[in-house]
């Protein structure tokens, strides 16, 4: 990735990140009642860390359409809210069982496990409160159509679905046609919301949505071959967690199946895929190029 596409996409994160971190602080406010310790629960999961990958890529995709850095900004918030969600629930011990999420500990270590699933529970609910107001966008069909996309993508026929296909990958041996539709229900769906979010708040017609389509298609596979290639050659503490969990499972991943070398191979092949899908847009598309570069280059 060349030094100057890494460093508008770091800069661009560390902005996004911010923003995202001062939205959570408003819409969570410590009450003063017996509710005190979920909202802790969801701060705790919610502020500070990650890579805020998600909201970025739905700026980046807003800018595609000159979309209100707020309207940006409440969607991205949305989806990093179901993203959170996710890890939270993710970590537990009747999931994935982990002590460490970002760097600290794991939200149902740092409370219990019941304020944990209540907690991400509410990160669930509060997305999609944040899509249905008024504030998100002042067209309701809009807000609907945001509503049934992101909702789409975080149940059975995406996120969770790939999430339910990844628990039964200990107890069955995955092809590779198999562990690429679980990513892409796991990892990809949500990434596919996040670009097709901007072509629904820009009203775009469904037949000018397939490049859009193709690029998210191809980042989200790139990037959980990147998270299977940090899973074995990573460093845990620039992670943030655990490695190499998926091999002592016994999970069939992209470099099981391929190897160290091919899994690099297709990652960079779908990265230049995905990059061809914007050729009808020009400088506005940076930083959604630079991003899909970053996705396979990252460390974390």
Known sequence: ?????????????SAVAAEIDKAFDRLLPLPDDPRRRLYEAMRYAAIGGG??????????TCDLFNISRDCALRVG??????????????????MDDDDMRRGKLTTHKAF???????????????????????ETHPDPFVRVELVTALARASGPAGMAGGQMMDLEAENARFDLATVTRLQTLKTGALISFCIDAAAIVARLAPEGRRGLH????????????????????????LAGKALGKDMAAGK????????????????????????????GFGAEADLLRAIADYIVERDR
């Open 1 to 13: 990735m060349a030094g100057g596409a890494g460093a508008l996409v770091k800069a661009r994160a």
């Open 51 to 60: 890579k805020r990958l998600r909201p970025l890529l739905v700026q980046a």
């Open 77 to 94: 918030l949305a989806v990093e809210c179901i993203h959170v969600y996710s890890l939270v629930h993710d970590d537990l011990p009747a």
């Open 112 to 134: 219990d496990e019941a304020t944990a699933i209540l907690a991400g529970d509410c990160l669930h609910d509060l997305a999609f409160e944040i899509l249905a107001d008024e």
């Open 214 to 237: 193709g690029y998210a298609r191809d980042i989200g596979l790139a990037f959980q071959i990147a998270d299977d290639l940090l899973d074995v050659e990573g460093d845990p503490v």
């Open 252 to 279: 069939e991943t992209f470099v099981s199946l391929l190897g160290v070398d091919r899994a690099r191979e297709q990652a960079a092949l779908l990265v230049a895929q995905s990059k061809a899908h914007l050729h």
